[in-house]
């Protein structure tokens, strides 16, 4: 979408408040955009701050935060950012996904912008490559989208058994077709088959379980998956099978398994970089940041209400257990 498409969605402004100009001329403004919403947002929007704090910046001391959330509606965040863009925020941060810090990049070319994505960015187009940007973006990639081998050879070792497993993803997502395909070629050497559940809407997450026929779920990462968590965990409880996912966050709310690089860490890259900038550095000199580390989590409470023995050699590379 080009630059004048997105100033026609706003159809107009007013002009910012005497009290918002004086502020924004005493500190720096970071602009803060995400497809998700602000409640299910706050371990990660803390992490944020941590990270600010960590290279020097308070928010309300030495900086401020506009924060706009698009609540799940992608199709809000044109107006949310070009809003950002108007303000003349410093820099903007972007999480929950790779779309909006797609639209940050066609509402700017001159503001910086760091993103949390867990998508590849070089393949988006977010960047030219990883150890150099280039142009007005970096940020940190979670590439929770390249993991599906791992996560179904666990489930595999957890119940061997399992033969047809389903794939919960959103058709909205523009990387869906591409994580099926890596599913499918790691589900064939496992001897198991994929059933692919589309949803890209909470109506349409309740009929996809209706109809679910597999025994194991792989749940393929999307920010309308994160806010919704807590209802997954709760189909899946009530579908009484196993299930992986791909952050902690399911886990804690009952979720079987999970394995994954730790989200409120790269939130934490994310506040340290803007950080940097604001003190002077370029974001096309600043490599994106790729996790050195993923977490297995384990639930042995839902483990035993499923009948499972989780094995020893799952337990013994385990980086947290919940009883």
């Known amino acids: 979408m080009k630059r004048r498409e997105f100033i026609s969605l706003l159809g107009g402004a007013a002009a910012w408040p005497l009290a918002a100009r004086a502020q924004q001329a005493a500190m720096p403004v970071i602009g803060f955009l995400s497809s998700r919403s602000p409640g299910q947002s706050a371990g990660v929007v ?14 309300g001391k030495n900086v401020a935060i506009d924060f706009r959330f698009a609540e799940g509606h992608l199709e809000r965040l044109p107006t949310l950012a070009i809003g950002l863009v108007r303000r003349g925020v410093a820099v903007i941060f972007t999480g929950g996904g790779d779309v909006p810090a797609m639209v940050a990049k066609g509402a700017t070319s001159t503001i910086p912008i760091v993103f949390v994505t867990g998508f590849d960015p070089v393949k988006s187009g977010l960047v030219t490559s990883l150890n150099r940007p280039g142009g007005n973006l970096t940020g940190a990639t979670v590439i929770a989208g390249q993991l599906a081998a791992k996560r179904l050879g666990l489930l595999h070792e957890l119940v061997p058994s399992v033969r047809l497993v389903a794939v ?44 679910l026929k597999a025994d194991a779920l792989l749940l393929e990462p999307d920010p309308l998956f994160t806010d919704l968590r807590n209802k997954i965990v709760a189909l899946v409880e009530r579908q009484r099978i196993p299930a992986i996912y791909y952050a902690r966050e399911y886990t804690a709310a009952g979720g079987l398994l999970s394995y994954g690089a730790s989200f409120t860490d790269l939130y934490r890259q994310g506040g340290v970089y803007v950080g940097r900038i604001l003190k002077g550095a370029k974001a096309a000199d600043l490599p994106v940041v790729q996790p050195t580390k993923f977490e297995l989590v384990v639930n042995l409470k839902t483990a035993k209400a499923l009948g499972l023995t989780i094995p020893p050699g799952v337990l013994a590379i385990a980086d947290e257990v919940i009883e």
Do not use: K
């Open 168 to 211: 919960l993803l959103n058709p909205n997502d523009p990387n869906a077709e591409a994580d099926v395909a890596d599913a499918q070629v790691a589900a064939r050497a496992l001897g198991q088959q994929i059933e692919v559940m589309p949803a890209g809407s909470e109506l349409e997450l309740e009929v996809v379980f209706t109809q």
């Open 46 to 59: 803390a992490a944020f701050r941590d990270g600010l704090a960590e290279a020097g910046f308070i928010e």
